[in-house]
């Protein structure tokens, strides 16, 4: 049996139409499945900004704790020596009010 040049045609619609009919749920899952992982990676990837722009506040954050640290160790250091320097002199003056008495 032997088909004509138009009624392979019209067989190759047919099957063309029916593999289409036949794939096209397949084919909405995977989309559907795309959709849901670029949603996904777009959710990712706002996450990211959003820590990304969170680690950089709290670097900054650090930054300036440590510069205020560096202050208030200087303050301390600078008020320790006339501290250190009074007890010295006070502990010279009791030694000789010692020697003295």
Partial sequence: ?????????????????????????FRDEVNQRFDDVNRSFGELALQMVTREEFNSFRNEVNKRFDEVARQIDGLYQHDERPEQEYLFIREQIQRLEAKIA
């Fill in 1 to 25: 049996m032997s088909l004509t040049k138009e009624e392979m045609k019209a067989l190759r619609l047919f099957i063309s139409e029916e593999l289409r009919l036949q794939l096209q749920p």
